[in-house]
């Protein structure tokens, strides 16, 4: 037997198929029936192959099939897609001599000029009227648009079993490469400690090491935050993404429940962390907060990354020799409420007005696309995200000339966060 390839049939298929071959029994006095499908053999021409046959009592195993007509030469049959027309109806019906059942009717079963089979009927009491053919060609339509969506529809499982082993296979991946992760930032963190131990507090390196420790920390707590979502939905039997949910882990798990912050006791660390940076690409960091500033609502692990991210861009997109600056202040008070704003300012190469109603997109970077400077395009996007699930108000100002002298338009980005009642 020839070996078919991709060659299926739904149940739903056959039985479509079953009905529409009794209804032409009953209706047209058909006394013999067969759906034939189309499909490829390897390595050789299409060929028809009967997957149903009336009456449907006979033995699969016979032989005893509604046999097509035989070439003069003996061959097997080959239908060509000849142009059919009403007034003409010699090329689909066929005359057999001899026969029980003469009076044989061929219909192609066409769709965009590909032929998907063949339906081919007998009867012996009288020759077929155009009326009946016609009648025969509606139920061919009913067959043609059956096979389409069954195709359509196995074509649909087949990539969404593909699709699973993918994703199984990344899930697969990501475990591995979060438990190795863990393994050299456990080093990491150790060395930090060890360092600190071994340095005196007036050390400039004393706080570098800090630094480490700190970092380390941070980039565990994101790892167990990921870790354990990524674990909630993996093992969902029915996962699906709820109105309003956000598409990235990140923080996601009660991101909202708020408290009072002393804005300067947190953000001492990151300022740390970024004088750091700054000072070994010769930028000046310049920092301007006032005094007794009330505490503010807010998340202090999303702020934390918001301001992080602020931050690191400031450095990153300012050239060597350049400035930046934090300050923060309390507003005046406002239809809003009164809030505190921090402002994040930058000499580096500014933001193009067609960039900015984009900038906080997912993995987009306008101009900076073509740019040396490496980046996901994920870290505005990120921070625009955690804004809005805490109620915090960004805008965007660039060019921004915030001081004398200024080569470049430099960007400021504006935060206006809530003060604790």
Not at 2 to 24: D, P, T
Not at 363 to 378: A, C, F, K, M, P
Request: aromatic share 8%; proline share 5%; net charge negative.
């Amino acid at each position: 037997m020839a070996e078919y390839e991709g060659f299926f049939v739904s149940k739903e298929f056959i039985s479509l198929c079953e009905s529409q071959l009794i209804l032409l029994a009953q209706n047209l006095a058909v006394q013999e029936s067969a759906i034939y499908l189309t499909e490829k053999v390897k390595s050789d021409e299409p060929r028809l192959i009967p997957v149903i046959v009336y009456p449907f009592s006979r033995d699969e195993d016979s032989n005893d099939l509604l046999l097509l007509p035989e070439s003069e030469d003996g061959a097997d049959f080959e239908f060509n897609l000849m142009e059919e027309s009403d007034s003409d109806l010699n090329n689909i019906i066929n005359y057999i001599p001899d026969s029980a059942s003469p009076y044989q009717l061929l219909l192609p079963l066409i769709h965009d000029d590909s032929m998907v089979g063949l339906l081919a009927t007998n009867r012996g009491t009288k020759p077929w009227g155009k009326r009946e053919v016609l009648q025969v060609k509606e139920v061919a339509q009913t067959i043609i648009f059956a096979r389409l969506l069954d195709q359509k529809q196995q074509i649909s499982e087949q990539q969404l079993k593909a699709y699973q082993q993918l994703q199984n296979l990344q899930n697969d991946h990501l475990d591995d490469f979060f438990h190795q992760l863990r393994n050299p930032l456990t080093a990491i963190r150790t060395f930090g400690k060890l360092l600190i131990k071994r340095l005196v507090g007036n050390d400039r390196n004393y706080t570098i090491a800090q630094s480490i420790v700190r970092e380390g920390d941070r980039l565990l707590d994101l790892i167990e935050d990921f870790s354990e979502d990524w674990k909630v939905v993996n093992n969902s039997p029915h996962p699906s993404l709820k109105e309003g949910q956000s598409t990235s882990f990140f923080l996601t798990e009660n991101i909202q429940k708020l408290e009072k912050i002393d804005l300067k006791q947190l953000i001492q660390p990151l300022i740390t962390g970024i004088d750091s940076i700054a000072q070994d690409r010769n930028i000046t960091f310049m920092i301007d907060i006032d005094d007794n500033l009330p505490a503010v609502s807010s998340n202090p692990k999303a702020l934390t990354e918001i301001l992080n991210n602020l931050l690191d861009n400031a450095v990153k997109y300012t050239p060597e020799g350049g400035k930046i600056c934090l300050e923060i202040v309390k507003q005046k008070s406002t239809n809003q409420g009164e809030k505190i704003v921090i402002e994040i300012s930058d000499t580096g190469y500014g933001i193009p007005p067609e960039d900015q109603k984009h900038i906080f997109e997912r993995h987009y970077r306008g101009v900076q696309e073509n740019s040396d400077i490496y980046g996901t395009g994920l870290g505005l996007a990120i921070v625009k995200e955690l804004c809005d699930k805490m109620s915090i108000d960004i805008e965007i100002f660039s060019p921004s000339f915030w001081i004398k002298n200024q080569q470049l338009n430099g960007t400021t980005f504006s935060l206006f966060i809530p003060i604790a009642s």
